[in-house]
């Protein structure tokens, strides 16, 4: 009897080295990412072993966290920052990993330039000491964020030691309706899920809604999945995907690419594999949606209200917490919420495709002149192509400006921290308290959602204008 797999499955046995009985896995890493927040005590570790980095030539290293997205050729202010990516300067070099530090062409946010350059194939596995790094499963990978003795291992060996998650498939059929984007779709089902409904395992994403979307799209379904607590996510490759990396820098050439590609085609569940949990939603039901509270859990369509308590899924005390935080009180309509700054970009949506939406929404307006409006590309190639696609030119005739690539607000862990008290409209994965900023409050959103805001200075239907 032949045995069925999921698509999760073939990838994650193929990369077993070894199994260790009633433990964990061994797994084999064909992509390993780093940036300056993660790896600085990671090569400490190597260099304090007297280790060398075993695949120099498989690690890819990118400044992103800590970079300033305005006058990034001055010097850096913020000693602690100029001293993480000197630092990852200095390793790489050192270790002849290549790095593209600020300024370079190929610099961007990890997650964004993985992709746009050809490191990221389906049917490879993929870490980096960054939570998000689920977004890589969109092309059909295996990839999670790891710790940074984890890095450490993997600088030094290229293979990590893994439980095996357990499988989970959600299924989504039908149509989507008018501006309900990807970045719905996921804020929907984490929704349904909460933030921990996915602990344990790894998401399979599964139908028409899934494989119409693009490959920009699916990436930000997959970075989303870490927000229901689970490892990661990933969609089947399809004739897309193959597109979208045929002919970037790293993916195989000429009979290497022919081979690859007759791999990719078999790279999908079979038949009847079995998955330790099941879900099926109804496209019908995912409007643009809105978060109300400090949990990408806290999500309801943009023209709800906040509900009462679910005693099943909500502490009482936390969810009351969460609403004072806000500001915010039970049935609150989340229509006409003033919003003080918008944010888009992150690895979530930082994407060309994010920005071409924001300004379909945009032109012909102007900026609500009480907003502040961050727009940020998620690497040079996204700056890039803004300016040559004609975005830039319409985006400045609206009153916005655009920023130098990074991470930006989404962590505030650079000079772009939205001040305390303060509502944003945020097109990034995480609304926590603080996250954006001390004091700051968040409401993840859409790059559609984001754009009426700008140019009304309220949470607005993007469907209204």
């Not at 890589?136 to 940074?148: D, L």
């Not at 995480?430 to 954006?436: D, I, P, S």
Request: glycine share 10%; net charge positive; charged share 25%.
């Amino acid at each position: 009897m032949i045995n069925k797999k999921t698509l999760f499955d073939k990838i994650w046995d193929s990369h077993v080295v070894r199994k260790i009985e009633n433990g964990p896995d061994v797994l084999f890493i064909d992509r390993h990412l780093i940036h300056e927040v993660t790896s600085p005590v990671a090569f400490l570790g190597l260099k304090n072993r007297n280790l060398n980095v075993m695949y120099p030539d498989l690690t890819f290293a990118t400044a992103d966290h800590n970079t300033p997205t305005i006058n990034q050729h001055l010097p850096i202010k913020d000693p602690l920052s100029a001293k993480q990516l000197q630092t990852l300067k200095d390793n790489t070099k050192k270790h002849d990993i290549v790095f593209w530090g600020l300024g370079h062409k190929k610099n961007g946010i990890v997650h964004v330039i993985g992709p746009e350059s050809g490191i990221t194939l389906p049917g490879t596995t993929i870490v980096c000491g960054d939570s998000h790094t689920s977004t890589h499963g969109a092309f059909g990978a295996i990839a999670f964020g790891i710790g940074t003795s984890e890095v450490e291992m993997v600088l030094s060996t290229q293979c990590i030691m893994q439980l095996k998650p357990k499988s989970m498939r959600i299924n989504i059929n039908g149509k989507l309706g008018d501006s309900v984007t990807p970045k719905d779709v996921a804020l929907f089902i984490i929704s349904k899920l909460s933030t921990s409904g996915a602990t344990g395992y790894f998401v399979e994403y599964s139908g028409n809604i899934f494989s119409e979307m693009s490959m920009e799209g699916r990436m930000t379904v997959c970075n989303l999945s870490i927000e229901m607590g689970a490892r990661g996510g990933l969609i089947s490759p399809d004739k897309k995907t193959i597109e979208y990396v045929k002919n970037r820098e790293y993916t195989p050439k000429g009979q290497n690419l022919t081979k690859a590609i007759e791999y990719w085609s078999k790279l999908h569940t079979d038949e009847g594999a079995f998955f330790d949990k099941e879900y099926n939603f109804n496209s019908s039901e995912i409007e643009p949606m809105v978060t109300f509270g400090t949990n990408p859990g806290m999500g309801i369509s943009i023209s709800g209200k906040i509900p009462k308590i679910d005693s099943k899924k909500d502490n009482s005390s936390s969810y009351l917490k969460s609403l004072s935080y806000m500001g915010y009180k039970i049935g609150d309509k989340m229509l006409g919420k003033k919003v003080d700054y918008v944010f888009l970009g992150s690895c979530t949506n930082g994407r060309i495709e994010d920005f071409r939406t924001f300004s379909k929404i945009t032109k012909g307006f102007k900026k609500d002149r009480n907003v502040t409006a961050w727009l940020v590309p998620g690497s040079h190639r996204v700056l890039k192509q803004i300016k040559s696609e004609g975005i830039l030119e319409d985006l400045e005739s609206s009153g916005f400006k655009i920023r130098e690539p990074g991470c930006s607000a989404c962590l505030a862990m650079n000079d772009d921290k939205i001040p305390p008290g303060k509502y944003v409209i945020s097109t990034s994965n995480r609304n926590f308290e603080g996250r954006q900023g001390p004091g700051a409050r968040t409401i993840l959103a859409s790059p559609a959602v984001a754009a009426a805001a700008a140019i009304t200075g309220r949470i607005t239907d993007p469907r209204k204008l």
